[in-house]
């Protein structure tokens, strides 16, 4: 049987500092090494102060994941020598003492398996290495500090995962859970980060290392169970080994044997006391609890009478979701959400997208009530969207520049129908024996008025012109 376990590291991008110092923790935008200082980088007679929103932001997905947690914390020292961490040793969490990590035995419903999660901590993540060009062959290697000390928090599964693409789709609903529990941004680069465990038969267990994109995961766990089942075929023995997945070439490749935990010579991290979670805390933690995935879901159901297609699209996207929220009524909740699902998230497929957009919720409500009110057609409300998203500008000034205001005047319609009726004497002459050639006239006139023309009053006309009911 297959076994796959894996350790997700997902960065606490919205939070102000580092995990053990006032550096930002969104080190993205500086020049390489200026988002330092004494305590990240190691000085000695410096001394760690812990983040307490990084232990609480910790503790919400602990909780969402239904985790049990500590009354205490505490922190542990990992030593390794290696230039992405200037201390020389990491400082993180260990349940050497009893359960003092963030969280431990959760779990996560992928369809109907369920995938343990044995332990959550929470702990500093360290500098990035540059190599320039291959790997192997490079002569200069460049390290930036600014990521060191960041707050990460480590996810560890149990081997419950059969496959790559349950592997998948649990990735999928964390990475939404981690969004909607506002903690982290996964979209960035390098936001989550992966290793994965993978064992077949009851053969050695492989671990592949720092896989850098959930994609790669999946084609990364799949090559590795290939591999093996092709090693075991020919009766070679698979070895315990760790090995790097090379997204270049999208094969495993053998790395350096993995230090064995006595190796790490973890010790208790003398300058941070333990820290005391008490139950007023947690309680302050569920209160505030942003609502799950699967509540919103069910709620947009049944108060609004959503599809549970669409409210499942809409629930589990903390953007959309936040924009139909503040763009819903008691009366437009479906039409908003509809619009969302069939129009928005088309136009703002990136976050690039998303992030110069214009729209906001009130632009969203005006739309769906001037549609409602027949004021500007569907086809319109596209064309308004396009030009909102670019500009921003409220809805009543975009329908007056582009002029898509609905031609409702009885005069202006009855000319441009009796063009249409002269232009298509085939369809009128039909029409009287099929009702249903009326619509395809009533498709004709909204092409020839670019999508203004009344629906309704335009379907009169034509009936009244056509002398049918
Ligand atoms: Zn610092």
């Known amino acids: 049987m297959t076994k796959i376990g894996l350790e997700i590291h997902c960065q606490l991008t919205k939070l102000e500092s580092k995990l053990f110092c006032s550096c930002k923790a969104n080190y993205r935008e500086f020049q390489p090494n200026t988002n330092i200082c ?34 205490k914390i505490a922190f542990f020292r ?7 961490l200037p201390k020389n040793f990491q400082i993180t969490q260990l349940n050497a003492y009893g359960n003092t990590s963030i969280g431990w035995e959760g779990k996560i419903l992928v369809g109907d398996a369920k995938i343990r999660i044995r332990r959550i901590q929470l702990e500093e993540d360290p500098g990035r290495i540059i190599y320039e060009g291959a790997t192997e062959k490079t002569k200069l290697t460049l390290v930036d500090y600014n990521r060191a000390g960041t707050p990460l928090v480590e996810i560890v599964t149990e081997p419950d995962f059969e496959n790559p693409h349950q592997v998948r789709e649990f990735l999928i609903i964390l990475s939404d859970l981690l969004e909607n529990l506002n903690v982290s941004d996964p979209g960035l680069e390098g936001a989550m980060r992966a290793d994965a465990n993978v064992s077949i038969e009851g053969g050695s267990k492989v671990e592949i290392k720092n896989i850098g994109s959930f994609h790669d995961l999946e084609k990364a766990v799949h090559f590795e ?24 070439r999208k094969i495993t490749v053998s790395a350096r044997t993995k230090e064995e935990e006595a190796e790490y010579r973890y010790h208790l991290e003398a300058d941070i006391p333990w820290i005391r979670i008490n139950d007023d805390t947690k ?34 996207d903390r953007y959309f979701s936040e924009l139909f929220e503040n ?28 992030d110069s957009s214009k729209l906001n919720a009130e632009h969203l ?10 004021k500007i057609t569907r086809t319109s409300a596209k064309l308004a969207l396009d030009e909102i998203i670019k500009n921003g500008k409220p809805l009543q000034q975009i329908i007056d520049s582009l002029d898509l205001g609905h031609v409702s005047d009885e005069g202006e319609l009855t000319n441009v129908i009796t063009q249409i009726l002269k232009e298509e004497a085939k369809a009128v002459e039909d029409a009287k024996q099929n009702p249903e050639i009326v619509n395809f006239l009533v498709g004709k006139v909204m092409q ?3 999508g203004k023309a009344d629906p309704e ?5 034509l009936k009244k012109s056509l002398g049918i009911g």
């Open 365 to 374: 409500s005006a739309l769906i009530e001037s549609i409602k009110s027949s």
């Open 78 to 84: 990992k030593n390794y020598f290696y230039p992405d």
């Open 448 to 450: 020839k008025t670019q």
């Open 457 to 461: 009053l335009t379907l009169t006309l």
């Open 38 to 71: 004494p305590v990240c980088m190691g000085i000695p007679g410096s001394l760690p102060l812990l983040n307490k929103s990084a232990v609480e932001k910790a503790t919400l997905i602990a909780m969402a994941l239904d985790c049990n947690t500590p009354s």
């Open 327 to 354: 763009a819903k009524n008691e009366t437009n909740a479906k039409d908003v959400a509809n619009m969302i699902t069939t129009d928005i998230m088309g136009l703002l497929d990136t976050r690039e997208k998303r």
């Open 225 to 248: 169970i290939t591999r093996q089942q092709s090693l075991a075929e020919r009766e070679i023995e698979i070895v315990q080994e760790t090995r790097h997945w090379d997204d270049g």
């Open 283 to 316: 309680n302050q933690l569920q209160v505030h609890m942003p609502e799950s995935i699967s509540s919103k879901k069910e709620r947009y159901v049944s108060k609004y009478g959503i599809t549970p297609q669409v409210a499942g699209i809409l629930s589990s």
